[in-house]
């Protein structure tokens, strides 16, 4: 390990959708030897992610330590206040500022997602998911021509999955790669306080191949742990890299598990006279109309149809509790293939507060093991199983901490909330 | 159910009128179709022009109204909704209905510049007729259509300036609301303007930072792609 440095510095590695369940046995089972290492002289702990449990929401917490209410970032997807057309919020939609804006030192920010278009920064910024022009995700700018020339690619190309798991991989792979390139030449080049870089491959993989992850007699099981092994590879580099007084945080951003099948929940609102599109109109949300009471985003938010809120708003306000109350009910008796869909429903002002609660749904779902909500608006029946094996769950993203001298400014069960408060509390006892 | 019951009783006491949205082409018609939406009325379009970055929320278009003077056909299913007109049609009303009109104005160098950046984008060269004439030729038909529309006991009219409303958006939202009966949510049809103005803003000094037009379609195939949409 290299020298004692007066000033202690933060290092922090994300892996995106990587549960605490796969982490214990790619450790256990030597796949990630270096890991393995830290966490048995540190903190390793099971962490909550957002509700929903999606990378936009989550990193946007992880990086603000804000819930959505005070960050605005509720999914992929939201609609243009008082109206039902869609967008993409992205890092111009985030309304608190991400750690490295109000820290004192340089920063180094790699590929965490919902930070595109890059924004000024003391320091650098690769932005990550949804990203797609590298001259607008890299700061400064002057960074885009080494960054082409080492080929840094910002995400795999998901869309060849579709086609062959073979060429999906191959991307994959050049995307780690390319990456890793990215890392070494960032480290070695810029001064910095702070470096962050988020590993997302883990998350495209799971989505395609978590029944291979699951299965030792799978095809491809071992390339799944080869993507494994080599992130082990960088942990341990970084590991080794690092000054004595230096921290390091490794977390994931939700968790990931068996999918069993999709459940689509405009369908059964509109199933259940509760969402109408007027026969003959297409199936998307601007032509929602007046006798409709609610709709989903995705993957499981749910919004009233409320009078004076929406064009065609339909629910007084008055009625809202009640109409909340008759929706509660109807999930809770959703039924997939015989078992109950709806583990937990949560209202809106229960679990976000802050200034932004004008965009935030009113009842937010939580399916039960293997059950995906989905909000595909067009959806033609109740299930579906696409070519995902895997989908996203809740309570068990992880944090690892290294060094147990650090124990009692962890929480017993963290959230994704709290990593910029252990962040800031990690520097604030070296000091 | 008792919410749905009542929003329709609600909704049934606007049905009256009909709501159009005129002026001349870039005016801030969109603009004031977006408030209304927002506010809570029903609009009229088909979608068929898409948004780009001359209205990045849309056109808010409706291909039948260029029919108008042919088929009318349409018009009782736009009682209490609104549309959006090019004040050259406006003629053609029917006089068997009863209509509100919100009249957008804006300063003419301020249009004539705004047809000229989308026409440029459009790589179209616009009109031979050049900025003087083709400026004429607006404030004539201004002063027509105007003195038309003081004559037709059918028609109410609100006039609004465009710039005044950028610059001062809650109070026109009140009196957009008084104008069409008062039932408006003046909160979003203001925000609708702050917002805009915002975007205008944030685009001015920081280059493009919501995805444009074309960064969407791409956004939502990577979502789709990994079954987040």
């Known amino acids: 390990m290299a020298a004692k440095n007066t000033t202690s510095r933060t290092i922090l590695i994300g892996l995106d959708g990587v549960p605490y369940g796969a982490i214990k046995t790619l450790t256990q089972t030597g796949i990630m030897k270096n890991l393995a290492t830290i966490i048995e002289e540190g903190v390793f702990r099971k962490m909550a992610s957002s509700i929903p449990e999606i990378s936009s929401i989550a990193w946007s917490s992880i990086i603000t330590g804000k819930n959505p209410g005070e960050h605005g970032i509720y999914g992929f997807v939201d609609v243009h206040p008082g109206t039902y057309r869609l967008f993409f919020p992205n890092f111009s939609t985030l309304k608190a500022p991400p750690f490295w804006a109000t820290d004192n030192g340089r920063s180094v920010i790699i590929n965490v997602p919902s930070t595109y278009p890059a924004q000024k920064i003391n320091g650098v910024l690769i932005a990550g998911f949804v990203a797609l022009n590298l001259a607008k995700a890299v700061y400064p700018a002057e960074l885009v021509p080494y960054l082409t020339d080492m080929g840094y690619q910002i995400d795999v190309d998901s869309g060849k999955a579709h086609q062959s798991i073979d060429l999906f991989l191959k991307d994959l792979d050049r995307t780690l790669k390319s990456r890793i390139t990215a890392y070494r030449y960032l480290w070695d080049t810029q001064e910095w306080h702070t470096f962050m870089l988020v590993f997302t491959g883990t998350d495209r993989l799971f989505h395609f191949l978590w029944n291979a992850y699951e299965d030792p007699h799978h095809t491809y099981h071992e390339t799944v742990l080869d993507h494994f092994r080599q992130i082990d590879e960088v942990v341990g580099e970084i590991h080794n890299k690092m000054n004595d007084d230096d921290h390091l945080l490794l977390m994931s951003d939700h968790g990931f598990e068996a999918l069993t099948c999709e459940v689509n929940l405009n369908y059964y609102l509109k199933e259940h006279g509760f969402l109408t599109i007027p026969e003959g109109k ?12 609610a709709f989903a985003l995705d993957p499981s938010r749910i919004y009233i149809n409320l009078e004076g809120k929406y064009p065609q708003g339909s629910v007084n ?115 | 159910m008792r919410a749905i019951k009542k929003g329709m009783e609600r909704t049934r006491s606007k049905d009256a009128t009909i709501t159009i949205v005129s002026g001349l082409p870039r005016s801030g018609t969109s603009l004031m179709m977006q408030m209304v939406e927002a506010g809570g009325m029903p609009v009229v379009t088909d979608n068929i022009r898409k948004a780009n970055d001359d209205n990045p929320r849309g056109y808010y278009e409706f291909e039948k109204v260029k029919t108008i003077k042919d088929d009318s056909s349409w018009l009782p299913s736009c009682h209490g909704k609104a549309f959006k007109m090019i004040s050259e049609l406006l003629y053609h009303l029917p006089s068997n209905h009863t209509y509100k009109v919100i009249f957008m104005k804006r300063e003419m160098e301020e249009i004539l510049a705004s047809q000229g950046v989308m026409l440029r984008r459009l790589g179209k060269n616009g009109s031979t007729l050049g900025d003087e004439k083709m400026a004429g030729s607006f404030e004539k038909h201004l002063q027509y259509i105007e003195s038309w529309l003081a004559t037709q006991s059918n028609i109410t009219v609100l006039y609004v300036k465009y710039n005044d409303i950028i610059r001062e958006p809650r109070p026109y939202a009140q009196s957009l609301n008084h104008f069409l009966g008062g039932w408006l949510h003046e909160e979003h049809m203001t925000q609708v303007v702050e917002s805009s103005l915002y975007r205008q803003r944030r685009e001015s000094t920081v280059q493009s930072n919501n995805y444009v037009d074309n960064e969407e379609e791409e956004v939502k195939k990577q979502l789709e792609d990994l079954g987040y949409l």
Do not use: C, W
């Open chain 1, 317 to 431: 306000p008055e009625d809202k509790e009640h109409v909340m109350d008759d929706l509660i009910s109807l999930f809770q008796s959703l039924e997939a293939n015989g078992q109950k869909v709806v583990k937990n429903i949560y209202r809106g002002g229960d679990i976000y507060h802050g200034p932004y609660m004008e965009q935030a749904p009113d009842l937010v779902l939580l399916g039960n093991k293997g059950l995906n909500l989905r909000a595909n608006i067009k959806a033609k029946q109740l299930i579906d199983k696409g070519i995902f094996t895997g989908k996203h769950s809740q309570e068990d993203a992880f944090l690892v901490v290294k060094g147990k001298k650090n124990l009692d400014i962890i929480p017993e069960f963290p959230t994704v909330s709290d990593i910029v408060n252990i962040k800031d509390n990690l520097n604030r006892k070296e000091r």
């Open chain 1, 282 to 293: 297409e199936d998307n949300f601007t032509n929602i109309d007046r006798t409709t009471t």
